[in-house]
């Protein structure tokens, strides 16, 4: 008795002459995902992505909850191998459909026979299948039209299967179809957010975090690496490369006006994300920033820091409210971590009264006002880079 997991493309499933580019790729990101966990054959054909254990003792529920957060996959279907036989069909199924059945009321049983050979016809399978079902689960109910069970027998060749636990995948397209892109990740619940929207579309995303050591602490920086780590398990191996910023913060706060202090601090974020994404070969910046938050998220803030970018930002959050974004956050599990109450270098000199109609002029002004080039370039050189990887 064996289980396997049969994975429906999405998207996918709609590309024209790309399609296989894009198979092959969901194909390795599937592989690379249950590495660890034993020897699988993960092979396709039909717009589904087989995986099948090679080795006993794997742990399927872990393979699944793992390839529940691969993109590209829009359903996944648990199915069980058993012995040809209409005894396995009816004793060795119960414990499998016991899960299928969680929660759930009704249910139907199809039957499909490849092998013709099988000497029970398909009506008879659905109704010995259908009656041991009722006499297992007493509170399971047939509805022929709408259940909320269809468990479908198939007999083949060598082996019959039964498919009944249909789970939802995580959607979107194989992350590394969408080119390379660099997430500003702070501390907080929106930027997590962001870098899972972007990899949901196929980008390979990578991080630079700033720190303000000592006004940020050590454990402000493991709990964003373990945001890292989150997401990691939808985007994949990530580089996460820490940005000592306090030196351009003092200087910030010793030269220029206090109410620019905000807009000014991003606009050099940027400015060193746009090197390490050069050097992390990324074509574009990622925030969790969503129009009108706080006081550098306005629109006049956003228009000053795009000023300083020569190449794309996207903000996948921009017309998302608070509550939105957190709903997603919670479904990506990084909600509690993201409201760990830790210093994030944003706050540490935070003007009293931002500007929130800041002038690029004004702006660009302000910021000539000292020289911030030798400090610039110094975070670049003295960034750390690590990798974290999820699993393996
Ligand atoms: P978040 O919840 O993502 O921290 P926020 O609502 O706190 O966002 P801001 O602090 O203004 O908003 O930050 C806006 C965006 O700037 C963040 O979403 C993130 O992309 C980036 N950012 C802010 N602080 C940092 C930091 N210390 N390191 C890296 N990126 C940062
Ligand atoms: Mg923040």
């Not at 996918?12 to 002459?17: F, N, R, T």
């Not at 599937?30 to 054959?41: E, N, P, Y």
């Not at 047939?142 to 027998?153: A, F, G, N, Q, S």
């Not at 690029?360 to 110094?378: G, R, S």
């Amino acid at each position: 008795m064996k289980e396997l997991i049969l994975c429906k493309y999405g998207e996918i499933a709609l590309k024209g002459l790309n399609k296989s580019s894009f198979e092959s790729v969901l194909q390795k990101n599937v592989k690379r995902r249950l590495q660890d966990l034993g020897k699988f054959s993960v092979t396709r054909a039909q717009s589904t992505v087989y995986v099948e254990p090679l080795e006993d003792g794997i742990d399927m529920d872990e393979a699944v909850e793992r390839l529940r957060k691969v993109f590209g996959i829009a359903k996944l279907t648990r199915a069980l191998e058993v012995e040809k036989s209409m005894d396995a069909i009816l004793n060795d199924t119960m414990d499998y459909l016991a899960l299928a059945f969680d929660g759930k009321r009704t249910f139907k049983v199809n039957a499909k026979r490849a092998d013709k050979k099988f000497p029970v016809k398909s009506p008879e399978i659905c109704s010995e299948l259908g009656h041991k079902i009722l006499e297992r689960f007493p509170d399971m109910k047939v509805d022929v039209h709408e259940p909320d069970v269809t468990v479908t027998v198939e007999i083949r060749e060598k082996h019959a299967f039964i498919n009944a636990l249909r789970l939802d995948g995580a959607g979107g397209i194989p992350v590394g179809t969408g080119g390379r892109g660099l997430l500003l990740l702070s501390g907080g619940i929106d930027s997590p957010v962001a870098g899972y929207m972007l990899a949901k579309r196929g980008v390979v995303v990578q991080a630079i975090h700033f720190e303000a050591p000592p006004y940020t602490s050590e454990r402000a920086r493991l709990k964003v690496e373990k945001l890292a780590a989150k997401i990691s398990e939808y985007c994949g191996d990530i580089n996460f490369h820490c940005v000592p910023f306090t030196e351009i913060q003092e200087a910030i706060r010793d030269n220029c006006p206090e109410e620019l202090f905000t807009i000014i601090m991003r606009r050099l974020m940027m400015e060193i994300a746009q090197r390490i994404a050069a050097k992390e070969d990324c074509s574009c910046l990622i925030t969790g920033e969503s129009l009108g938050q706080v006081a550098s998220q306005t629109m006049y803030a956003m228009v000053c820091t795009d000023a300083a970018c020569r190449i794309p930002v996207f903000r996948p959050c921009i017309g998302l409210d608070k509550s939105e974004i957190v709903e997603i956050s919670r479904k990506i599990d990084t909600f509690e971590t993201s409201i760990l109450p830790y210093e994030d270098c944003c706050t540490v000199f935070t003007p009293k009264h931002p500007k929130t109609r800041p002038t690029l002029d004004d702006v660009e002004k302000a910021q000539k006002l000292f020289d911030f080039e030798p400090l610039l370039q110094k975070a670049v050189d003295t960034a750390t880079v690590k990798l974290i990887k999820k699993f393996v």
